[in-house]
Structures are given as structure tokens and as C-alpha cells.
Nanobody
């Protein structure tokens, strides 16, 4: 089992930045790809970005490419999401996930999920 805990969410003004962290514990997560998703009220959970187990490969949803950056530190068992130029439409609960193979983009392809952290962007 892998336990994931997201931190770093909060309230920020439009144009601001936040850095989310996802700390993993339990079984080593170094062999798993990991990803970030978000879910706004009344909407489905959507893919943001994924990173390979080595950290060498990443993939982003086109709409967030250039504003969001995913990274991981396997020595610290932690993954990050740097979010810049935030917009009110980025308001959502942000989740990290681990599991699957390659660079999975779909919710069902991940085995482990965190509890989520709220990000609110005010206009």
C-alpha cells in the first residue's frame, strides 16, 4: 500500500502562484508513475499532468501546459505541482495519484489517491 498526502493548497489571488506537494509513505513509490488531477464542484475529475517513475518524462493537458510544472524527488518520496498565473477557473480540489504504467492520464489507471487539497483562486 502507498499512502499519499497532499499539502500546499489555499486561497490565492488571480495571477498568483502555489506549489502543491504530495508526500508518499508505505511501500516505496519510486517504481510508480504519478499524476495530478483536479475536481471542481459539479465537474468530473480531470487530468493535469503525469510524471514517470524516474522523473525524466512528463505529460500535461494542453490547457495547463506552460503554467503548471510537475516534478518529483524520489529521495524525499515527494511529488510537486508548481502552479503559476492562476486563474479563478483553476479553483478546485487537487489530488495526487500513483500507480499504473507509462504516463497514465485516466483516473481508473491509478491505484492510489490522496485525500485532496483545496485551491481557491479569487478574482
Amino acid at each position: 500500500q502507498v499512502q499519499l498526502v497532499e499539502t500546499g493548497g489555499g486561497l490565492v489571488q488571480a495571477g498568483g502562484s502555489l506549489r502543491l506537494s504530495c508526500a508518499a509513505s508505505g511501500r516505496t513509490f519510486s517504481g510508480y508513475p504519478m499524476g495530478w488531477f483536479r475536481q471542481a464542484p459539479g465537474k468530473e475529475r480531470e487530468f493535469i499532468a503525469a510524471i514517470s517513475w524516474s522523473g525524466d518524462s512528463t505529460v500535461y493537458v494542453d490547457s495547463m501546459k506552460g503554467r503548471f510544472t510537475i516534478s518529483r524527488d524520489t529521495a524525499k518520496n515527494t511529488m510537486y505541482l508548481q502552479m503559476n498565473s492562476l486563474k479563478p477557473e483553476d479553483t478546485a480540489v487537487y489530488y495526487c495519484a500513483a500507480g499504473g504504467r507509462g504516463l497514465p492520464k485516466a483516473v481508473p489507471l491509478y491505484d492510489y489517491w490522496g485525500q485532496g487539497t483545496q485551491v481557491t483562486v479569487s478574482s
